[in-house]
């Protein structure tokens, strides 16, 4: 009678018993050190158990474990335990989608108005924001007029007084989506569910002590600014 030979299954699995890896049979691996058998037998479950041992693989559609190892056995894990393992994925891309968001609201900038009446849209990109920053510091210092260009305007000279009010309120507009973006994070890693996570968006209203802390920080920033223009407006005024 020939020799029935069988094939044996072995399991990876990583640091929180989530079953990462089968191999056996033809494909067994060289170094077994980490690995542990959870089965042996004939036939291409077994020769071949990579891709047929675990009906459906051994990762859900989106590459989470669907098994782990109990007692050296192989077991389905709960819908639970696999939904847990989406939240880190799900955190990740909603703060990425979340922060994007900021920075359009961002450089995006304002449609301020002048003192002398018109309105004009003023972008606040990463060059933007140093070259008003070089303007508003040129006023600090004393100059009596700066040449800018708007984004829907021509370039011109801009005043001592258009500057302080151009600059405080890009500044602030920055500082407080930025504050918003950062409480909105802090209130995602409080969420259980993939679904409350998706459910997030730019421009929600903030509650509790997440609304109490952007106030705080946003008054603290504006005070402080209005410090500053204070003290230039008494210099053009002396």
Request: glycine fraction near 8%; include cysteine.
């Amino acid at each position: 009678m020939d020799e029935i030979i069988t094939s044996k299954v072995y399991v990876l699995a990583d640091d929180q018993s989530r079953i990462i890896r089968c191999e056996g049979g033809y494909t067994t691996p060289a170094d077994l050190t980490g690995w542990v058998q959870i089965d042996e037998g004939t036939g291409d479950k077994y020769n071949l158990c990579q891709s047929n041992y675990f009906d459906g693989g051994i990762h859900t559609a989106d590459g989470i474990p669907r098994y782990k190892l109990a007692d050296g056995q192989a077991v389905e894990r709960t819908e639970e335990e696999i939904a847990a393992d989406r939240l880190p994925s799900a955190r990740a891309a909603k703060e990425t989608e979340l922060s994007n968001a900021c920075n359009a609201a961002i450089v995006s900038g304002l449609d301020i108005q002048l003192p002398g009446g018109t309105t004009e849209h003023f972008d606040y990109s990463e060059r933007d924001q140093i070259n008003m920053k070089e303007m508003f510091d040129a006023v600090l210092m004393g100059a009596t007029m700066y040449p800018y260009q708007s984004e829907d305007g021509s370039c011109r000279t801009y005043t001592a007084e258009e500057i302080v009010n151009i600059y405080p309120a890009l500044a602030g507009n920055k500082t407080a989506q930025l504050t918003y973006y950062h409480q909105l994070k802090d209130y995602i890693g409080t969420l259980d569910t993939v679904e409350e996570i998706d459910a997030v968006t730019y421009g929600q209203p903030l509650t509790g002590a997440y609304l109490e802390h952007y106030t705080e920080m946003v008054a603290v920033a504006a005070e402080q600014m209005q410090t500053v223009v204070a003290r230039i407006t008494s210099a053009m005024s002396a």
